[in-house]
């Protein structure tokens, strides 16, 4: 299974951008996809999540009503929409997936086999 992010980059505080994870090799609508970041000097820690039904997402407080988290099944794609953009989302961004994962612990790193391997976001005040 291989998991690959797209769509980082710089953005001005305020701003949007949107990140996508693309999965081939075995992955199905059927996981649970996760969005995980990283800053420097910090732990990784949750973002978003989607299982299998299209509405059954899950958010970080600090990200609630400025993020939203969907899926493409057609393209095998989960995208992570980023609104009024803080400084402090500045992080490398990871995507996550797992075939099944209970919601109590969907937010747990250590839940997730699959990783891509990030993509960096910065956000200038």
């Known amino acids: 299974v291989q998991l690959v992010e797209f769509g980082g980059g710089t953005a001005q505080a305020g701003g949007s951008l949107r990140l996508s994870c693309s999965s081939s090799?075995?992955?199905?609508?059927?996981?649970?996809v996760g969005w995980f970041r990283q800053a420097p000097g910090k732990e990784r820690e949750f973002v978003a999540a989607?299982?299998?039904?299209?509405?059954?997402?899950y958010y970080a407080d600090s990200v609630k009503g400025r993020f939203t988290i969907s899926r493409d099944i057609s393209k095998n794609t989960v995208s992570l929409q980023m609104n009024s953009l803080k400084p402090e989302d500045t992080a490398v961004y990871y995507c996550?997936?797992?075939?099944?994962?209970?919601?109590?612990?969907?937010?747990?790193?250590?839940?997730?086999?699959?990783w891509g391997q990030g993509t960096l976001v910065t956000v200038s005040s």
């Open positions: 989607i299982r299998r039904s299209l509405t059954d997402t």
């Open positions: 090799g075995g992955t199905s609508s059927r996981f649970v």
């Open positions: 996550a997936a797992r075939d099944y994962i209970i919601v109590s612990a969907i937010t747990s790193a250590s839940q997730y086999h699959y």
